[in-house]
């Protein structure tokens, strides 16, 4: 007789628990998760297909900076990370307090110091993220308390929070192909 998957919040628990188990005994076994990648290829205008393992999207300009707006443009997917992100973090930790989760929105805004830095108009600020506010709309089981608990550990956890907001050495190459 087969037994019933239990899962809470879409995650499988046993799943869920035995890749803590394994990654208690041997830590380095979470060693693959630290490595990601993206191919990006140039399609022409502002245009770019994105290759991610088996996915791919597009990433474009608005018709308002001379795009065609067949897609976000990449400070927009910055944005979207931040808060996949965090939706990702609230679903685990959620599921390892055991909460319920109901409904979960995140609103993700972000204002540029300078774009005019990027356009090569100006030598002031910088053409990064100035600011960027998040707003969480949750509904689920618990009390208050343990909400923000929840929370407060899935903003102190998030990969793509903590890569906005530490120093991020980047190392890049020109190749002529």
Not at 13 to 40: H, Y
Not at 91 to 117: C, H
Not at 131 to 148: G, M, N, S
Not at 157 to 174: A, C, F, K, M, Q
């Amino acid at each position: 007789m087969a037994t019933a998957t239990k899962e809470l919040n879409g995650l499988d628990l046993q799943a869920l628990q035995g890749l803590v188990d394994t990654v208690t005994k041997d830590p380095s076994a979470a060693d693959p998760f630290n490595d990601w990648s993206a191919r990006v290829r140039w399609e022409g205008g502002f245009r770019s297909q994105a290759l991610v393992r088996d996915h791919t999207f597009t990433v474009d300009e608005p018709a308002t900076l001379v795009g065609k707006d067949l897609a976000p443009n990449a400070a927009e997917y910055v944005l979207a990370a931040y808060g996949a992100c965090l939706n990702t973090g609230l679903a685990l930790n959620a599921t390892k307090n055991g909460v319920k989760l109901r409904n979960v929105e995140v609103i993700v805004e972000g204002r540029l110091d300078n774009i005019l830095t990027f356009l090569g108009m100006s030598d002031d600020g910088h053409p990064g993220f100035k600011e960027i506010t998040v707003k969480a709309y949750v509904d689920a089981d618990t009390d208050d308390e343990t909400l923000r608990k929840v929370w407060r550990e899935t903003v102190a956890h998030s990969p793509i929070g903590n890569t906005l907001v530490r120093d991020v050495v980047v190392r890049d190459e020109l190749v002529r192909a």
